[in-house]
Each structure stands twice: as structure tokens, then as C-alpha cells.
């Protein structure tokens, strides 16, 4: 039975870790005065990190605000230029997904970032994650939220440690119930959950977590108990659709990439045999034609890129 005072000592732990290691990302913790910049600087961080390593967002984020300075000036570029600005950052669609949503914000909020989850929700491109994230960084509104790192966390000191097979014991919803009630101890919610997220990287790791130097294992559950689960030991990894290049499998998430990469330097239209010598050592119109064709309809149907004639370039 979980009680008051375990939140208030986990909190109490937490915030004295987080004031010795302080890394967190600069921009989740702002002081400007403009509550609508503050969140569009949140909201392309955020989208910028998923699936992507700190290090290098934090060098396409400065290059991306330069030619995106605000959500109006984002709201009114073109595919193109939105591509070329993500160039580096991979998942290309990511970045149509972030001008839509600066579009909605500034054709139905007029400009102003809306506060309440619920607006935020209605946003196509912004999930429960990413709005509670603007609601806890930019307005300092306590909103849980579930990352890989917090769900780990809280699981493991609250619930114990995840099964044998890696998954978690508890689901989603008694895992933000837990949160909700651990934010009512108080404190700035965006020092709490950016405390989390360092922790997780850096203590309460997925593999290997560092039970002997952390000031949660008197009460945590899952403390010295966390072991390699049975699925990265004898499970063999499914495979996304690809295929052998030049003797190595490549997925075709790869090479919707390097297609991307492709046309953001090649200035004219480009055919299916350009592309298909530029993005495959082993290219055969013949052998692979029709499966290069899939993919280029595939990034074409996500306005990523555009064909006429035969010819392709950025959407």
C-alpha cells in the first residue's frame, strides 16, 4: 500500500539528486515571458526528440529555429523547406506533422498555444505526451506524464521490477494514477519530471540500473532485482520490411531516408532509376523497380515528397 509519506520521501529524494546532477535540456526551463514561445520551443524539442539523441537535436534545434522562429513563421512554410530545415534528424514526417500543428495553432487559436489538455489533444501531431510535456515546461501546469524513463521509474520503485520478459506488471493507468498523486506533494512540476527523465538515463537505467548509488533503494521495490529480461536473451528480433543490399538487410525505413537525403541536395526532379542508383549499391531497375516504386508511393501519399511525370522531388 502505497501512502503519503513514500511519495513525499521519493519527492524529497528526487529533487535533492536533481539539484547535484542538473543536466536537463535548457529549454525546459525558460524564463521568457511569452507563454506562446515558450511552448512552441517546447513542443519542437519534444517532437525533434522522439526517436532521436540528444546530442544531435541539440544542434538541428538551433539551425531549425533560425528559419523557424515562431509558430506563425513555421505555420506558413512549404513542405520543402520544412524537410530541408529537418535535414539530419531522419523520420522526415515528423516535421510535416509539426507544421500542421503550428497551422491549426494559428488558425484556430490565433497564434496563442492553448493551455488546457484537452485543446492541446485536438491538435493532430500533438499526443498526451507531448502535451502534457508543454503544459509542465512552458505554463508549469502539473500534468503527469509517461516517458520511457518515468514509467520505469515509478514503476520500479512503486511496483517492482518489470517480468521476465520485459514488459510491466502495471499498465499505463495505475502508473499515472501513482504520478498524479506523487505531483500533489508539490513542487515545480517542471524541475519534477525533468528530474525523472535524468534519472532514468542516468541511474535507474533500462539495462544495468545503478541500485548501489541510488538514494531511492531503501524503498524501492524493484532494488538489486532488475535482470536482462528473457526476450533480449533467447527471443530472435522480428524483422520490419527491407531487404539484403550488397549482403546486408536494410529496411526500407532506411531507405525512405536516403531517398529524402537525396532529393533535399538534388535541385531537379528525379527519376525512379536516379533515385534508385543513388540510394542502392546494387541497383536493378528490373529486380528491384517495383519495390523502389512502393516506397517512393508511400512517400508521396505522406506529402513528403511529389512525382509528375515520372519525376520526383520534395513534396
Request: hydrophobic share 40%; charged share 30%.
Amino acid at each position: 500500500m502505497r501512502s503519503r509519506q513514500q511519495f513525499s520521501v521519493f519527492t524529497e529524494h528526487l529533487e535533492h539528486w536533481f539539484t547535484r546532477h542538473k543536466r536537463s535540456l535548457p529549454w525546459r526551463d525558460l524564463k521568457m515571458a511569452d507563454d506562446t514561445q515558450r511552448a512552441y520551443l517546447i513542443l519542437v524539442s519534444e517532437v525533434m526528440l522522439q526517436q532521436t539523441q540528444v546530442a544531435r537535436v541539440e544542434v538541428i534545434f538551433k539551425r531549425f529555429l533560425r528559419e523557424f522562429p515562431s509558430v506563425d513563421v513555421l505555420a506558413k512554410a512549404s513542405n520543402r523547406e520544412v524537410i530541408l530545415a529537418w535535414q539530419g534528424m531522419g523520420y522526415n514526417s515528423r516535421a510535416l506533422r509539426l507544421r500542421d500543428a503550428a497551422k491549426k495553432i494559428v488558425q484556430e487559436f490565433h497564434g496563442v498555444f492553448p493551455k488546457k489538455m484537452e485543446d492541446l489533444l485536438a491538435i493532430k501531431g500533438i499526443g498526451a505526451y507531448t502535451a502534457a510535456a508543454i503544459r509542465n515546461f512552458a505554463f508549469d501546469l502539473p500534468t503527469p506524464c509517461l516517458d520511457t524513463n518515468i514509467r520505469r521509474i515509478i514503476h520500479r520503485v512503486f511496483f517492482g521490477a518489470e517480468k521476465r520478459d520485459g514488459t510491466w506488471r502495471m499498465d499505463d493507468k495505475a502508473l499515472l494514477k501513482t504520478a498524479t498523486e506523487v505531483l500533489e506533494e508539490g513542487g515545480e512540476t517542471r524541475h519534477w519530471h525533468a528530474a525523472l527523465m535524468d534519472f532514468g538515463s542516468l541511474v535507474c537505467t533500462k539495462r544495468s540500473p545503478k541500485c548501489n548509488v541510488c538514494p531511492l533503494k531503501k524503498m524501492c521495490k524493484a532494488a538489486f532485482k532488475v535482470r536482462s529480461p528473457l526476450s533480449a536473451l533467447r527471443l530472435p528480433l522480428s524483422r520490419e520490411p527491407g531487404r539484403e543490399i550488397a549482403g546486408r538487410f536494410v529496411p526500407n525505413r532506411i531507405i525512405r531516408g536516403r531517398i529524402v537525403e537525396y532529393l533535399r541536395r538534388t535541385p531537379k526532379r528525379s527519376t525512379l532509376a536516379d533515385i534508385g542508383a543513388h540510394v542502392c549499391i546494387d541497383w536493378d531497375a528490373k529486380e528491384h523497380g517495383g519495390w523502389l516504386r512502393g516506397i517512393l508511393e508511400k512517400l508521396v501519399s505522406d506529402s513528403l515528397i511529389k512525382e509528375k511525370r515520372g519525376r520526383f522531388v520534395l513534396g
